[in-house]
């Protein structure tokens, strides 16, 4: 039976992607902060801390895929304790997930490690695979970093992987999950401007495009997971609130926005800052989406609730 190790995989993108793993009959490994975390009865969880090797490398001997998930999330503030914390919590994992590897006599056949579509904050245009105009705001540079981490591990066997996650939208999680009871009550205007360009991808194309990764025989160094129909916040509000038969929504001006950031405990950037990331290599490697469109991903997710 095929092998699938999840580092950091007990969060809500990796529960999407162990049970489509192990609809495919595939053994799924998670590697699990949490000494107590039994979320999928099918799944092996075991513990690790991130930070030392032990006896989870064993788990890597021979299995087919690696996918790096860990990641403190980014809703939160961006002091410097946080900011500390959001880098070590991907570089840390990463380099030390390169030293398991390495020290392997069978190590996996694929390493895919996550990365943001962040990378593009602040800049104009779209920016698909092939640009490296990158941006210099604090997430910009931290999925930099931890793009830089995965490069610096040099490796024989293993083929690596970057894949760059847009926001995901998903019905019990994610900016869907959140905006959509906004919207119902109204309040789903445009942010600030509404120009800021939001990149994003149905979940079902999400668990779909890692799928497809892990079948290539030959897969590009780099992804971006992202609709290939990137819209300007004003867009995306506009076409939620059709979707969802909504004839009005209130917009949120700048102050507010800085007020409700900070009462929810978030940065305002998550909210105002423009990503303008596509995606162009996925469609031509032959990868198929299935909501390409953001009406089509909004009316499934909404018609799901």
Same mark, same amino acid.
């Given at each position: 039976m095929k092998k699938v190790i999840l580092a950091g995989g007990s969060g809500y993108l990796g529960q999407l992607l162990a049970k489509m793993l192990l609809a495919l009959g595939i053994e799924v490994v998670v590697l699990s902060r949490s000494k107590s975390e039994e979320s999928l009865k099918e799944v092996n969880y075991v513990y690790w801390d991130g930070e030392t090797l032990g006896n989870w490398v064993d788990?890597? +001997?021979?299995? &087919? @895929?690696?996918?790096?998930?860990?990641? =403190?999330?980014?809703?939160? *503030?961006?002091?410097?304790?946080?900011?500390?914390?959001?880098t070590e919590s991907r570089v840390v994992p990463?380099?030390?997930?390169?030293?398991?590897?390495?020290?392997?006599?069978?190590?996996?056949?694929?390493?895919?490690?996550?990365?943001?579509?962040?990378?593009?904050?602040?800049?104009?245009?779209?920016?698909?695979?092939?640009?490296?105009?990158?941006?210099?705001?604090?997430?910009?540079?931290?999925?930099?970093?931890?793009? +830089?981490?995965? &490069? @610096?591990?040099?490796?024989?066997?293993? =083929?690596?992987?970057?894949? *760059?996650?847009?926001?995901?939208?998903?019905?019990?999680?994610?900016?869907?999950?959140?905006?959509?009871?906004?919207?119902?009550?109204?309040?789903?205007?445009?942010?600030?401007?509404?120009?800021?360009?939001?990149?994003?991808?149905?979940?079902?194309?999400f668990m779909q495009m890692v799928k497809w990764i892990v079948e290539l025989e030959n897969p590009a160094p780099l992804y971006h997971a992202c609709s290939p129909e990137t819209v300007s916040n004003a867009t995306f509000m506009e076409v939620f609130r059709k979707e969802a038969k909504v004839s009005f929504g209130i917009p949120l001006p700048v102050p507010i926005a800085y007020i409700g950031s900070f009462l929810k405990g978030v940065d305002v950037s998550l909210l105002l800052q423009t990503v303008p990331a596509t995606t162009k290599k996925t469609i031509e490697d032959g990868f198929k989406f299935k909501y390409s469109y953001l009406h089509s991903a909004l009316a499934q997710l909404i018609k799901s609730t």
């Open positions: 788990e890597l +001997e021979g299995a &087919d @895929s690696l996918i790096n998930l860990c990641g =403190k999330s980014i809703q939160c *503030r961006f002091t410097e304790k946080n900011k500390k914390a959001l990463t380099k030390l997930l390169g030293k398991a590897v390495q020290s392997l006599k069978n190590p996996p056949r694929l390493w895919i490690n996550f990365s943001g579509i962040s990378i593009f904050g602040g800049k104009k245009g779209l920016h698909a695979e092939d640009s490296i105009d990158y941006g210099i705001d604090f997430l910009s540079v931290l999925a930099q970093e931890w793009e +830089e981490a995965m &490069d @610096s591990i040099s490796l024989q066997q293993t =083929k690596k992987v970057i894949l *760059r996650i847009s926001p995901v939208l998903g019905v019990h999680s994610g900016m869907f999950a959140e905006l959509h009871p906004l919207v119902k009550m109204g309040m789903g205007g445009q942010v600030g401007n509404g120009k800021q360009m939001v990149s994003w991808i149905h979940e079902h194309d």
